[in-house]
């Protein structure tokens, strides 16, 4: 027997942590500040975790639910999926890169960061989306390299390089 579809389903990021699931959780919901833990499962008596540890936490993060799941260190984040923050302006940018890079976190390239958890995020202001897709190849190409030499993008920055193209 076949289950009918009523709608579209729903899509979750699923993160696998070490054993900081409910850390990361409110980690994430203080920087976003919209956000609430959802559910918390425990482990029972079999493996992975010790029974009674948090196994997943499921939490909300500006409407969008995610789960996260204490896993161990079998797997790790990489860089081939990411989460993209976009920005209104400099102060937005500056605030989520500032966060996010707080207290073990790492800076990469243009607007690519690792927070402590080793997931990547990338910062990234409406402005440079807009001037990315705005149709003038030169332009977008000047703003595109002032990108390549930067880490945390400053709107600034691009914005000049864009206008001087």
Known sequence: ??????????????????DQAE????????????????????????????????????FELNGR????????????FTEAVS???????QEQVD???????ADGGSESYCGWLKDKYGLSWQVTPVAMLEMIKSGDEKRSRAAMNA????????????QAAWNAA
């Open 1 to 18: 027997m076949t289950a009918a579809i009523t709608g579209p389903p729903a899509i979750t990021p699923f993160l696998w942590f070490n």
């Open 23 to 58: 850390e990361a959780a409110n980690f994430y919901i203080s920087v976003f500040g919209n956000g609430k833990i959802l559910a918390i499962t425990h482990d029972l008596d079999d493996p992975p975790g010790e029974p009674g540890t948090v196994m997943t936490v499921e």
């Open 65 to 76: 639910r995610f789960v996260g799941i204490n896993g161990g260190p079998r797997f790790a």
């Open 83 to 89: 989460f993209v923050i976009e920005c209104a302006n």
């Open 95 to 101: 605030y989520f890169w500032d966060r996010l890079c």
């Open 147 to 158: 990108m390549f030499e930067m880490r945390k993008l400053d709107i600034a920055t691009l």
